[in-house]
């Protein structure tokens, strides 16, 4: 018979001694955690029966109960954003020139530019009903009832989504909303006065150091930051609360700074402790734990919207998102300035002193960038160019909330309604993205990637040489072997001869070469079956054709296609592009990469070009075109490449990995260069760009066609490698690809042009001279490729050879290059495959036009880079440099809002309300601070000490405001009912993370593995996915931390969501907090909560046996860091008894039973103080 549980999940039905207490079979359940705020009582879930009913006993110590915010004290910064960026644009492009103060008398007598015209209405009154779209006819005449608004045509769907959104929220208008709150809103119809608006906001001043104030009370504070919290207080007429008692500091403190739970023995030892510097001593170990750098990485992770995929259908992957969250750990681990992690952030590919990992193998500021790929892009969109604007400005939105706590994004469309901030700003601070394409970079440190560099290509230059050597003496029985081949076998005496002519035959055995190719050899074998006497004339008449197809290809390739780039000479520097396989300049003709394996020293010899595989096919490499406009019908360019390497067309800079309209790209499988050729039609008119890239550094990955239900994921090959290659590129109208113009026969009929030693010859009278030509052509091109004045006709002559094996290749036969040549696969094996992480990459983007109204379609002026006129009016006229400068006067010292932004997000993160309770919003809209002079003093404080994370972290935990207690007085919940002033601690619950890890700790199932790819996302079988399905993680996240699980756009983690996990959409320095009845149905039904108490209820089970009574007390320490109270002991004991008693055995056994300890477990875990701070 199963235990009885405490909490029953579905079909149980609890009894006790025969007499049943509660049915949760099929019917409905008492949630527990579902208790009105105001009581806020704590419960284990135990049942008593009652009056011969069933009852719940609710147990557990009262909290004090944490008032909300006092309605309408501030503004809704959030709603009034909405409205500013959603709202008002549409109003004023679609309605303003009808109805508002624009025209003398507005249609219908309407007025749509303030909320009061929209209450009031027309002459057939109001036109909004705030809280009920449906009853508001602004929003039946969107949708053509009973005529349709605006006349001209209606509104796209998401802009009437919009507008119903806004009325259903109330129909909020930040003028409006500061008038109420006793603020004086701006005349809309005044001009924008910027150095006004700088002067009278707060936000905007030099942050002032003062000195901490006087206090009546010198004995209470701890720090200087308790003075001014004091302060605050004495002028309220309040007193502190009392210090919070050990037990529920060292919970708190290692919540806040950990993000788990304490250990029984964690607390125990500082209780007793009584050493001054105790406390101080916990903070320092709690700051040390590699922990604390999981938990505050998440903080920010919240800012920076971190998703693992784009979104939208089918829900792409960013590929190796997981490295930034891993880079953002190991950096708050490090304690890395604060300046320095926003430089990375904004230009960390571009600073000149890349920060490198402990190990010195990782280029760390590398990473920073990563935060601009984390976007949601739409599928295919209809216009990529408005897609890309949408996306730009989320880039500008996030940035300069994260860190500037503006909402710069409000001025897309005009200038800011409140703030300091012109149009012509937002379009400066646009500019200086605009030209930060989406790439995957290689994160390693320099030394890391250029492993074995100089040795690999030391050793290539010695095999160069002896190959030259080898083929110089081959070079010169070339000749004879062609002849040989000609011949009848001869006796194997001559095996000499024997082995030449048979690679000569099987050269020929293969497919017969092209004669139109212009090869050496299909011209041989056209000619060596002439009679001797019609030689002559064969020879003229083949030379004679030749002349008039190189005139006829020339004169076609200029009639019929525009050369776009050249990447063999002065193109090649105008290319975007990073990697190691690179090299500063276009190769040379003639370059070759050394086999990694088999008999093959090589494959062959390559024309000049660019190429990323020279030394090792482990070499990333990224090639990338200057940005054009598609103006014609094909688009064709000369490639190689192969293991997936890829070239894509980017559209407006379109990163998502999706087939159709939006994915032109080609997949190279050869290692010898040819034309490929793409059908542009479709995409005539817009902005472009040409990507080369090796398999993992493309922009697109390949899909993965087995994994096309959920996700669409890199399909790539173990090893690691890859290269590409490539040389021309051509624009035309013309369904064909150029015509070749240079050919290894033209070696034979004029000589290279490129050499002037290569003069043209006595034309050959018989075929055995043909073959001497040919050989003596072989030769001059051996030399002038061991001399390395390769012409590009000597390169594609010698090439031929070479894959005919009249040069051989086989390290049987080259006996003297086998011993350098192994030296050199050995060396190029330990050549590392580089890590990845998503980044950007700037190209020589020009100046944008300010957008008029905020329309894409609207160019206005040309506004050059910059930053934010009331902070840095400076320009940013080099291309190539404008994140620098831009990181630059975000971290300025005498910017007055970053480090004032930087301080409020820590308090709010350790008091569960900023100084400045709108933490991502410092302008007109956002709260004042509370205590402004205490906000200034740590940022100045925070600027002193190197803008250093832990140290303000460990200054704001030592003061004496942090270690009070929750409890509020009377008078303070009279005089400050929302705690502004921080008479006590706030009340605050878990975040989603915290609840999950709390679990796993608790439980024994935690793994404390740190970093590296994340946990799938467990999908419900609903979804069509089995627990052994790739695609579908685990229940328990393997027990790994919450940071370490999957993040996705479409497939978010139920039990994390229910807690309130931000969507990642924009930056959200303050989680929403709800209270709602799926939480505590969460808590009693999610498999993940059901599992880790089974898991925690088998270890106990399992474990040294004890006293029942001192089980629980273990029980209650490890998941509240406290003794259970007797009405709690007396619950659990009656519990027991009455289990024992319907069982018939001794309670003592019970140790044993790991289901009644799970159901204990359970019931800890559904107890509202297991999910709060206290």
Known sequence: MPATPLCAPPHFS???????????????????????RTTMRLSLCLLALVASSTAFVWLGRPVAAQAPPAAGQAPDAAQAEFFESAIRPLLADNCHACHSAQIGTPFGGLRLDSR???????DSGPVIVPGRPDESPLVQRLHGRPMLMPPLGPLAADDIAAITRWVEMGAP???????????????????????????????????????????????????????FVLAALDEAGLAPAPDADRAALVRRLSFDLRGLPSTPAETARFAGDGSPSAYADLVDRFLESPHFGERWARHWMDLFRYSESH?????????????????????FNDDVPYDRLIREHLAGDLLPDPRLAADGRTNESMIGPANFRLIEHGFQPVDPWEDRVKWIDNQVDVASKAFLGLTVSCARCHDHKFDAISQKDYYSFFGTLYGARPTVRAVDSQAVLETNLDALAALKADIRGLLAAAWSAAAESVGDELLAALEPAADEADGAEDAAADRVDEAEAGPAPDPASGSVLAAWQALAEVDAADFPGAWRELRADWDAEIAHRERYNAEHFEPKWDLTGPDYAAMVGHGTGLTATPSKPGEFAVEQRGDLLLTGIYPGGAYTHLLSTKHPGVIQTPSFEVDSDYISFRVMGGDLSFVNLIIENYAVPRGGIY????????????????????WKGFNAYIEFATQDDATRFQLDPEDSRLRHRPMRRGDGRSFIGASRIVFHDEKRTPKETVLPILSLLVGDAEDAASAAPAEPA????????????????????????????????LDELVRADLLTRSLEELVDLRAPVAEYRLLERDVPVARRAPGVIDEAAPDQPLLVRGNHRILGDVVPRGFLTAVDSRQYPEPGLVRLHLAEAVTAPDNPLTARVAVNRVWRYLFGYGIVRTVDNFGRLGDPPSHPALLDHLAAGFVDDGYSMKRLVRRLVLSRAYRMSSQASARAAEVDPSNRLLQHANLRRLDAEAIRDAMLSISGRFDPTMYGPSVPVHYAARRGLTQGDPNNGPVDGDGRRSIYQEIRRNAHNPFLEVFDLPKPATTRGQRDTTNVPAQSLALLNSPFVIGQAAEWGRRLAEGEATSVDGRVTHMFAKALARPPSEVERARVADYLNAVATERGVDRSLLLYDAAVWQDVAHSLFNLKEFIFIP
């Open 116 to 122: 009061e015209g929209l209450l009031a209405g027309g």
């Open 766 to 797: 018989s075929r055995e001279e043909l073959a001497a030509l040919i050989a003596h052509r072989a030769g001059e091109a051996v030399a002038a490729w061991r001399d390395d004045r390769l012409g590009e006709q000597q390169a594609v002559l």
């Open 173 to 227: 208008w930040p003028e409006a909303t500061l008038a109420a709150a006793g603020a004086d809103p701006p005349d809309p119809s005044a001009p924008f006065d910027l150095p006004e608006r700088r002067r009278a906001h707060w936000a905007w001043q030099p942050v002032q150091a003062g000195e901490p104030p006087a206090v009546d009370d010198d004995a209470w504070p701890a720090t200087p930051v308790d003075r």
């Open 663 to 682: 994915h032109l790209r080609h997949s190279p499988k050869t290692d010898e260069m040819g034309w490929v050729q793409w059908d542009t039609e479709f």
């Open 311 to 331: 979104g939208s259908e089918g829900d792409p992957d960013i590929p190796f998102a997981w490295r930034y969250r891993d880079y953002l750990i190991r950096a």
């Open 14 to 36: 609890i009894r006790a001694g025969g007499r049943g207490l509660l049915r949760a079979g099929g019917g409905s359940r008492l949630p527990l955690n579902a208790m009105p």
